[in-house]
């Protein structure tokens, strides 16, 4: 596709309640990344993919936060039992290789009640 | 060590004007600068990058001046419109690294 897209758009969902984020990166790219971004913060890093696995999952906040991205191309941010805090938009990035520059997606903007 | 501070939070300009954002670093080992763009609603869009072997990079309107002894760099917008307004985040990072080191951005607005 022309840019990074992500689905859905706006997610609103209610405390203790599962849900899962999509991200279609640019065709061909081979890196990966989900961010966080609160009202009037800079994007928080969360998880890096190359290829298929997980190079760097430092970023996630607890084992409640987990992604997969099986086939090497589309990715799922999957929050557990979700909590007021969670609320944020949760950005999509990727990338040509490691280290290139990065492509943001439009984000879903998340909002736990 | 990690950290990017970027200064000023907000800034208001009158439409023609010079607008600055400023930002500062602490590790050396950062050799990638890169200015992203964001409107409400959309996701951050590079902008322009500076690499720390030149001073001054210029791409239209768009301007980032590096000072690598005082770790700092800031992004210049020339005749500012009000297309521009939007919030502008610093980052840096290591080239070989992926991890981009964010500041906490600066909301522009452009006056009319």
């Known amino acids: 596709g022309a840019g990074v897209s992500q689905t859905p758009s706006n997610k609103v969902t209610e405390k203790g309640k599962y849900v899962e984020l999509r991200c279609d990166p640019i065709?061909?790219?081979?890196?990966l990344y989900w961010y966080r971004q609160s009202l009037g913060q800079g994007p928080e890093f969360l998880i890096y993919f190359q290829g298929t696995g997980a190079a760097d999952d430092s970023g996630l906040p607890n084992d409640r936060f987990f992604a997969v991205r099986p086939e090497g191309s589309v990715s799922t941010l999957k929050i557990q039992r979700t909590e007021r805090g969670d609320s944020a938009v949760y950005l999509c990035?990727?990338?040509?290789?490691?280290?290139?520059?990065?492509?943001f997606g439009p984000g879903t903007r998340l909002l736990v009640l | 060590q990690q950290q990017v501070k970027q200064s000023p939070q907000s800034l208001i300009v009158q439409k023609g004007g010079i607008s600055i954002i400023n930002c500062a670093y602490e590790n050396t080992a950062f050799d990638y600068f890169p200015w992203y763009q964001q409107f409400p609603g959309k996701g951050p869009a590079l902008l322009i990058a500076i690499r720390p072997d030149v001073s001054e990079k210029k791409e239209g309107r768009f301007t980032i001046s590096f000072n690598k002894s005082a770790k700092q760099f800031s992004l210049h917008i020339m005749d500012s419109q009000p297309g521009d307004s939007a919030t502008y985040f610093c980052a840096a990072k290591e080239d070989s690294n992926y991890q981009l080191i964010w500041g906490a951005g600066t909301k522009l607005i452009i006056k009319p």
């Open positions: 065709s061909g790219h081979t890196a």
């Open positions: 990035a990727s990338s040509l290789q490691q280290g290139q520059t990065q492509y």
